[in-house]
C-alpha cells in the first residue's frame, strides 16, 4: 500500500462504540505510516481514570464536555485519529476534525454492534437517562451521516477488510 496522500494527513474514524473504530485505526496507521491517536485514551490519561469510572463520576454532559475540551486540544497532524462515540454531539470538535483531513464513518447494523458491546460489557457509553443502545443509534445516526465524508461498511468483513475499504475510499 502506497503511503498516505500528504494534503490527506489526518483520517479521522467516527461511529457508534463497537463499529471498530479502535481496532481499524491501529491497522490503518501501520499501513499508511501515519501516527496513532484514540481520542478516548487521551481523556483517560489527562482525567486519570477510565473511561467508565469517569462518565459513573460526572455523569454524561460533563463527560461530553471533557470530551469536547480534549478533542478540541489533541494533536491532529499526520495521525489517524480513531474518537470516541459521542464526539459528534460537539460541532466545533467535527469541524475541526473536517478541517484536518477526512473524516470517515464506520458504519455498522444495530444487531451486529449490540452484539459487540455486550461482549465488553465494562466500555463506557455517554447516553441519557433510560436510553437504550437502539434509542442512542437513532439518534446519532444521522449525525455521523451528517459530518462524514466516507461512509465504509465495518460489519460485514473483518477488521483489516474495513482498514483496506477506508484506503480505498480515500480521496
Ligand atoms: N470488522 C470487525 N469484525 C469483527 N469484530 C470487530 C470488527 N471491528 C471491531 N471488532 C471488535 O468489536 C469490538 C469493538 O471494537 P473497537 O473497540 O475497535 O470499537 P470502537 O468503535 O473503538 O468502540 P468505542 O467507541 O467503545 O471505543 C472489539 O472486540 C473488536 O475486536
Ligand atoms: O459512544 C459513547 O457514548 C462513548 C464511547 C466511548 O468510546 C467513550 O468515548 C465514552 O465512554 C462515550
Ligand atoms: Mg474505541
Redesign the pocket.
Known amino acids: 500500500m502506497p503511503p498516505i496522500d500528504r494534503s490527506h494527513r489526518t483520517i479521522s474514524l467516527i461511529g457508534?462504540?463497537g463499529a471498530g473504530?479502535?481496532t481499524v485505526g491501529v491497522i490503518l496507521a501501520k499501513r499508511t505510516g501515519l501516527a496513532f491517536t484514540d481520542?478516548?485514551l487521551a481523556?483517560q490519561v489527562r482525567e486519570g481514570e477510565i473511561?467508565?469510572d469517569?462518565?459513573d463520576r460526572v455523569g454524561?454532559p460533563r463527560?461530553r464536555e471533557i470530551?469536547e475540551t480534549v478533542l478540541l486540544e489533541v494533536p491532529l497532524d499526520d495521525a489517524v485519529v480513531s474518537?470516541?462515540?459521542?464526539?459528534i454531539y460537539s460541532d466545533a470538535v467535527m469541524q475541526r476534525l473536517r478541517t484536518a483531513g477526512p473524516v470517515v464513518f464506520l458504519e455498522a447494523d444495530l444487531a451486529t454492534l449490540e452484539e459487540r458491546v455486550a461482549a465488553n460489557p465494562l466500555?463506557?457509553?455517554?447516553?441519557g437517562e433510560g436510553q437504550s443502545y437502539a434509542d442512542?443509534y437513532a439518534e446519532?445516526c444521522p449525525l455521523y451521516q451528517r459530518y462524514a465524508d466516507i461512509t465504509v461498511d465495518a460489519t460485514a468483513g473483518s477488521a483489516d477488510a474495513v482498514a483496506d475499504a477506508i484506503f480505498r475510499a480515500l480521496p
Open positions: 457508534m462504540p473504530k479502535s481520542t478516548d481523556i473511561l467508565q469517569i462518565v454524561n463527560f470530551e474518537t470516541g462515540g459521542s464526539v466500555r463506557g457509553i455517554a447516553r442512542v446519532r
